[in-house]
């Protein structure tokens, strides 16, 4: 009998201890089954703008996607909006996450310079235009986004040595288009930036930051111009000034399985 009412107040108090940790079941299938839930973004990203208008959403912010999916797997969120590509990588290395097939939104990916700057933006513009033209575009897209089955291997694009430093600003934790590998920064958009600076007859010097500390940087002239899978969005168009589009892509859920 001891033995009996023992075992069950070592229950009873093992799910007061550990019961509200449980991972909840959550069934979300679209973008409209995401009213109500809590939802986790990265911060400073036009993600955390797009969930602030999902109904009876609670939204948490996290410096980096790959720190929402670690609370997405214990259970302390149910679902995460983020950038398509940064969270094919995500599902990829976690079998227990998957990505909803009903796509959030889509959005174009450009290089942001402090308002003004017309001589650099026009330089990176025309640098956009002809690396579409001379298939130098279709190669960082083969090497980064569509890599063939051995995986990504980094083209090698060398710098020039100059005077003259262009400083990119980035959050290099947003694969393929940057992230660490070593000691170094890596990515589409390190690629492009270095064409980018080459072309602006400048040494380029990357700044790893958070994401949503970027255009503080921009405008305080800390950074030269940024490079970070950036979206041009109306209301950052208030205090940057964007390029032409690089890149389109989609904001997509991650759920658990």
Do not use: H, W
């Amino acid at each position: 009998m001891k033995k009996t009412i023992f075992a069950a107040a070592a229950a009873a108090l093992a799910f007061a201890l550990f019961g509200c940790n449980e991972k909840k079941t959550v069934e979300i299938n679209s973008a409209a089954d995401l009213e109500g839930k809590t939802i986790g973004v990265q911060a400073g990203t036009t993600g955390e703008v797009y969930v602030g208008d999902v109904k009876d959403a609670k939204v948490q912010s996290f410096k980096s996607g790959i720190d929402a999916s670690l609370a997405l797997k214990n259970g302390a969120i149910d679902a995460i909006v983020l950038d398509e590509l940064p969270a094919l990588e995500i599902v990829k290395r976690n079998d227990s996450l998957k990505i909803v097939q009903d796509k959030f939104v889509s959005e174009d990916y450009a290089i942001a310079v402090k308002k003004g700057n017309k001589a650099l933006l026009d330089s990176i513009n025309a640098t956009i235009a002809r690396i579409k033209t001379d298939g130098n575009y279709d190669a960082l897209v083969k090497s980064f986004i569509m890599p063939s089955e051995s995986g990504v291997v980094v083209p090698k694009i060398d710098g020039i040595e100059s005077d003259k430093v262009l400083k990119m600003g980035t959050n290099a934790s947003f694969p393929p288009f940057e992230y660490s590998e070593g000691a170094d920064v890596v990515g589409f958009d390190v690629s492009l930036s270095t064409l980018i600076a080459n072309d602006f007859g400048a040494k380029l010097q990357i700044i790893d930051m958070n994401f949503d500390g970027l255009i503080a940087a921009l405008q305080s002239d800390a950074i030269d111009f940024i490079a970070s899978g950036m979206t041009a969005t109306d209301e950052r168009r208030k205090n940057v000034d964007f390029s032409e589009p690089y890149y389109t892509s989609n904001q997509v859920i991650i759920v658990r399985k």
